[in-house]
């Protein structure tokens, strides 16, 4: 599993599990799965529309108004650790009664975090996980992951972008906040928390 939208001012937080057995991994490789970050937004887009029908996946779209919503009472962590939980075990019953080997996750914080925050979930998918960072960069399934996360993340900008009439940056710093100086002139901070 892999998470994308984290570090950025606007869009969601976007989460997926993907399920890539062992004779899939040479069509992954062949259809150009790797890392999501060392590939363009046009490729990634492509590459995820193969994914959608080759691998069993679960994708999970955190809205900006859902992620506001909830941030009082689940902090960045302990949110991811819910939704890569949630992924992998709505996965994991996608997949039934397929059991995968090992359970990747591209670690974000560290195991014992994880674990600590994954008591507090209704349905925790405790074994065989593993935690590695920059795992899109190790296994292809979390490389899949990231590239489906980006595709769906990348979507959501640009329907906020039409919805607004501007076009909504990806990332954090002077753009984005140039960005957000136009929204709240626009409408104000119930404006802005939905984007």
Do not use: W
């Amino acid at each position: 599993s892999d998470e994308v939208g984290n570090g950025s001012y606007f869009g969601p937080l976007v989460v997926c599990a993907v399920y890539a057995e062992t004779s899939l991994l040479p069509a992954l490789k062949k259809l150009g799965v790797r890392d999501s970050k060392m590939l363009q937004d046009k490729q990634i887009r492509q590459i995820a529309k193969e994914l959608e029908t080759l691998v069993p996946h679960q994708l999970l779209n955190v809205t900006p108004q859902k992620y506001n919503e909830v941030q009082s009472t689940y902090n960045a962590v302990r949110m991811k650790v819910a939704l890569h939980n949630q992924a992998i075990y709505l996965l994991l019953k996608k997949i039934a009664p397929k059991e995968p080997e090992a359970i990747l996750i591209d670690q974000f914080t560290s195991e014992r975090n994880y674990r600590n925050y994954l008591n507090q979930e209704a349905h925790p998918v405790t074994d065989s996980l593993y935690f590695i960072t920059k795992g899109e960069q190790y296994h292809l399934a979390v490389a899949a992951a990231s590239i489906l996360s980006r595709a769906k993340f990348l979507d959501e900008l640009d329907r906020a972008s039409a919805e607004l009439g501007f076009d909504i940056p990806s990332g954090a710093g002077y753009q984005s906040d140039q960005v957000a100086a136009k929204i709240l002139r626009k409408g104000g901070l119930p404006l802005l928390s939905n984007y």
